[in-house]
Nanobody, 116 residues
């Protein structure tokens, strides 16, 4: 059984930083893209950032220049460094892993709250 365990969320003042981690365990065959999504109250889940096996990254316009996604393939772990946080970044953040044969895994979510 595959598990994605997220950590690093919390409460921070505007302008501060947080680093999210998501470690995957269990039998995952051939991980492809890893990413982070977020969902604010009353809004749809949206993409924050993704990173491919080769290290190519993609970011939402709203986080470009402030967030950095990275991964450790040996540890099946994906990270999200969030700097210059804004109140509008407040959301539940979910990690996502796409693997071979259409496998699609989600973490349980971690709350990020940015106070003004």
């Amino acid at each position: 059984q595959v598990q994605l365990v997220e950590s690093g969320g919390g409460l921070v003042q505007a302008g501060g930083s947080l680093r999210l981690s998501c470690a995957a365990s269990g039998s995952i065959f051939s991980i492809n893209t890893m990413g982070w999504y977020r969902q604010a109250p009353g809004k749809q889940r949206e993409l924050v950032a993704t990173i491919t096996t080769s290290g190519s990254t993609n970011y939402a316009d709203s986080v470009k220049g402030r967030f950095t996604i990275s991964r450790d393939n040996a540890k099946n772990t994906v990270y999200l460094q969030m700097n210059s946080l804004k109140p509008e970044d407040t959301a539940v953040y979910y990690c996502n892993i796409k693997a071979a044969l259409g496998a699609d895994y989600w973490g349980q979510g971690t709350q990020v709250t940015v106070s003004s």
